[in-house]
């Protein structure tokens, strides 16, 4: 029997979306002769997404859904996603069409050619704002400087082997970073460079909160580079507090003092913002070790796709499906 590819892609609010997607993968993997499964991770949508998950999963049964209980994020859903895939090689994939899974089968072959981590980097930044082409790059730049972690161009559709998707289950941090992590691990590599198209249909998920939490994210899972950072700042200050006591002692000493208002407002205004950036930092790395010492799982799985047929099932067991429902039929929910 060939290998079996699964492709996984998280899905959000995406509506219509969905058939344009499982329609699309159908076609280009089917094309390529590829023995594939697409595990589709419903993250909590409020749309029809679900009930479209469940009539492509009993009309083919390649096609398999999991719906997390709530909105967990991109993130946990690329993992519970991952945690269900049971192919020698996976692909995560967006599943707004951005990534063109025109590229699957160059990447398998890259697989088959000995490769165990297989990145699409993108030749161009179509379907993104100016902002968020600017901020993009800017915080890939500062990632990839802090942290050795090459991220520029990066992007989140990769192919995993099995070996490498095993060694990236393994990292048990609880904010993951797809992206990071998949790097981190290390594993052969190579890229192939594809383009990013726009989005099909509705507007990026993304707020720019969410964006800002990732950014935060990743930088804390990957580096304490800002701790430093806020220690080398204490210690610049610690010289110029030097340099201008002496001055101020010197002025009263000669009994010239009392002016300089202007520079006790300037020294209070600066040192008040590097304190309290200085805390921020160090929360953010609290709220970190707050969040790993809870240990909560990083998703929760209400309920599974219907088979469309019986057959064993080639899932894995995994300990984040506590809170699994029993299989039921869509007609049974409503
Ligand atoms: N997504 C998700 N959960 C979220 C936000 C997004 O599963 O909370 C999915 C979304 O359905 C899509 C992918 O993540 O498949 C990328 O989302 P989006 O296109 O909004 O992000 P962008 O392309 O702007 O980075
Ligand atoms: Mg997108």
Redesign the pocket.
Known sequence: MSALVSVV??????GPGVDRFVRRLGQVLGDAGLRYELVL?D?GSADDSWDRIVRHALADDRVRGVQLSR?F??EP?VLAGLEHAAGDAVVVI???L?HPPSAIPAMVQRWRDGAHVVEAVKRNRTG?GLIGRVGGRLFNRAFTRLTQVDLVNATDFRLLSRPALEALLRLPEHSSFFRGTSSWIGFRRTTIEVDIDH?EGGA???TFR?LFRLAVNGLTSFTSAPLHLVTLVGLAFAGFSVVLGAQTLIRWVRGGALAGFPTVILVLLVMGTFVLLGLGVIGEYLARIHEEVRGRPRYLVQEKSPRSMGGADPRRKTPEETAEVPEQLVADRK
């Open positions: 892609a998280p899905i959000y609010n995406e991770v993250d909105n994020g991109k859903a967006d599943s707004d951005q993104q989005r990026s998920r993304w969410a």
